[in-house]
């Protein structure tokens, strides 16, 4: 056991520092404007040489540093939120494996090494995925490697397509070719490649049903690795999405997938799956900001998001592991008497993924409600994002009145309490990050004071919608407690909306019948008529007809001259 927690430790403290110094590094690239493409020769052959490229800016530094942060903290909690576990040296392995991928992905700026940290993402993702061997976790694995497999193929197409220009450094043809037939397509390709990996609607199913994972994994992957590695492959290739005829439509895609998301996230009631639901939200928004051609406030809202995100998913974990388990918040309440501790942490991040004013959600997400606001965008999308927005707090102020209440105090006769120091302690790094990172980095990232000039009732659009989704999840926290005869007269539609539009359903379809078809040609083609026609008719013919020809030659002499005669014979016809 000492080894297992002096692994974690030197994780926490190897990831941590290089954190900081990655920090330090990103802040003075900014300032300088510095950018270092380096060229490593792995292997030189005759005249064949191997290259690894790599890409250090202010974008990628900070990125790296930012995950690295979230990585520590988490291996960290992990050593008291899976202590009685018996594999928690094989998970901490995965969990590391999982971060070089996500390295090798931020730093690449060649579509080759890409697809390795791409790869490397998603298999390490399907290993944690089924980490609790169960069936629910065996079935949620499959669907969240069959959606990647998707975006697997678009990036190996686009690998097949980048040979037209001689080479896969994608970063020397972005400006000077983003308006040829070639770099659309490849452009086009890495959409939907990010849609994959975002879970942008069709493909949004994955994402909630991953949460068979545990907790820590959630907290690392779904908040500040996996599901942003889309969104940070379109931030490098924002020149090209900008000017595609698809960008049109992933701002509309982007739009259903937050309305979606938030609809299902205030009609749920599985804890980890309303966190997973906000981030589906998040990523739509990250995307629909992208798809006006922002990038930088893109990457901007990715980092806050990670932080107060990963802090959610911790202060989930925290009282699903004092619950016994437990993620029903039906089952909850109460829990500000009894883990004073983890219910602050737990309301500081749900205030500022409503965007709270002064916390790490505000900064970015006013600025993007400003944005949106001045662009030339139709009244549907315009709706789609400030309505998901109030959605945001009315399931966020939802998610706190069922657990921070003392409605359904389930838990009496539990002992719960915030003695476990290693999960308070990974949960307080992120706490003092998520309440000053986003005036921090906002000063960093832009550093002139961006004067936005609205029309009053504009203006005021942002806080008028956050206050009437906090009254609206209060109501509609008040009427799930009680009697809801409301929602009991509108069960389809509650149904439709807490179901994300049967989308688990459809993959779940669209996952089996190819997968049936596939086994079906297998069974009567590849093991049947081929084998029977192909290689094992081919090995039966050729063994007859050598036998016999051994039995025609089977040391009788007189066959032997009666075959020398009969080629003679011949020879002498012709």
């Known amino acids: 056991m000492l080894w297992l927690i002096s692994l974690e430790l030197v994780g926490f403290f190897s990831l941590g520092g290089a954190s900081m110094m990655l920090m330090f590094l990103g802040i003075y690239f900014l300032m300088d404007s510095s950018v270092y493409f380096v060229e490593w020769e792995v292997i030189n052959m005759e005249s064949s040489s191997i290259l690894m490229t790599f890409l250090f800016d202010w974008m990628s530094l900070m990125f790296m540093s930012f ?15 899976m202590s009685g576990d018996y594999n928690i040296d094989r998970f901490i392995i995965l969990v590391l494996m999982f971060v070089l991928s996500m390295m090798l992905l931020i730093i690449s700026p060649n579509m080759i090494s890409i697809l390795l ?9 399907y290993c944690l995925v089924i980490y609790y061997q169960n069936i629910k976790s065996f079935n949620a694995g499959m669907i969240t490697a069959l959606s990647n497999r998707i975006g697997d193929v678009a990036i190996l197409l686009a690998i097949a397509w980048m040979l037209n ?3 896969w450094n994608y970063v020397f043809y972005l400006d000077c070719a983003k308006n040829s037939l070639e770099m659309e397509v490849v452009g086009g390709l890495v959409v939907l490649a990010s849609m994959t990996k975002s879970a942008q609607i069709p493909f949004s199913a994955w994402l909630p049903a991953a949460m068979a994972a545990p907790t820590p994994v959630s907290a690392l992957v779904h908040s500040s690795t996996l599901v942003t590695a889309g969104v940070y492959l379109l931030i490098r290739f924002s020149s090209v999405v900008s000017e595609l005829f698809v960008s049109d439509y992933l701002l509309l895609l982007a739009g259903l997938t937050m309305f979606m998301a938030g609809m299902g996230a205030n009609f749920e009631y599985d804890l980890k799956k309303i966190i997973a639901l906000s ?42 592991h004092n619950a016994g388990g437990s993620q029903d918040i039906r089952h909850m309440g109460g829990l500000i008497g009894m883990m004073p501790y983890t219910s602050s942490c737990f ?23 400003e944005e949106v606001s001045l662009s030339l965008v139709n009244c549907i999308k315009l709706f789609f994002v400030f309505f998901s927005t109030g959605l945001t707090v009315c399931y966020s102020l939802r998610l706190v009145y069922y657990t921070m209440g003392v409605f359904f105090n389930c838990f009496s006769s539990h002992s719960i309490n915030d003695n476990d120091w290693s999960m308070s302690a990974g949960m307080l790094g992120l706490l003092v ?6 005036s921090t980095m906002s000063w960093l990232i832009f550093p002139s004071p961006a004067v936005i000039v609205l029309p009053l009732y504009l203006k005021m659009l942002t806080m008028a919608v956050m206050v009437a989704g906090a009254s609206a999840g209060t109501f509609f926290g008040e009427l799930s407690i009680g009697n809801n005869y409301l929602f009991k007269n509108y069960y389809k539609f509650a149904v439709i909306s807490g179901s994300m539009w049967y989308m688990p359903f459809i993959s779940g379809l669209s996952g089996y019948y190819p997968l049936s078809a596939g086994s079906s040609f297998i069974v009567s083609m590849d093991q049947g008529w081929s084998e029977y026609l192909g290689g094992q008719g081919l090995y039966n013919s050729m063994s007859l007809m050598s ?28």
């Open 67 to 81: 995950v690295l942060l979230i990585s520590s903290l988490v291996i960290y909690y992990s050593s008291g939120y």
């Open 117 to 125: 940290g791409w790869d490397g993402l998603g298999l390490v993702s």
């Open 165 to 167: 220009y001689g080479s």
């Open 279 to 320: 981030t589906l939200s998040q990523l739509g928004l990250m995307v629909s900001i992208l798809a006006l051609g922002l990038p930088h406030l893109a990457f901007f809202h990715l980092l806050m998001h990670a932080l107060f995100k990963a802090l959610l998913f911790k202060c989930a974990g925290a009282v699903i």
């Open 347 to 369: 309301m500081v991040s749900n205030l500022a993924l409503g965007g709270m004013p002064f916390l790490a959600g505000f900064y970015s997400k006013d600025l993007i409600l």
């Open 433 to 438: 990050a998520s309440v000053i990172g986003g």
């Open 547 to 574: 036998k016999f020809v051994q039995w025609w030659q089977n040391n009788d002499l007189k066959l032997y001259l009666l075959s020398f005669l009969l080629w003679l014979f011949i020879l002498t016809l012709y």
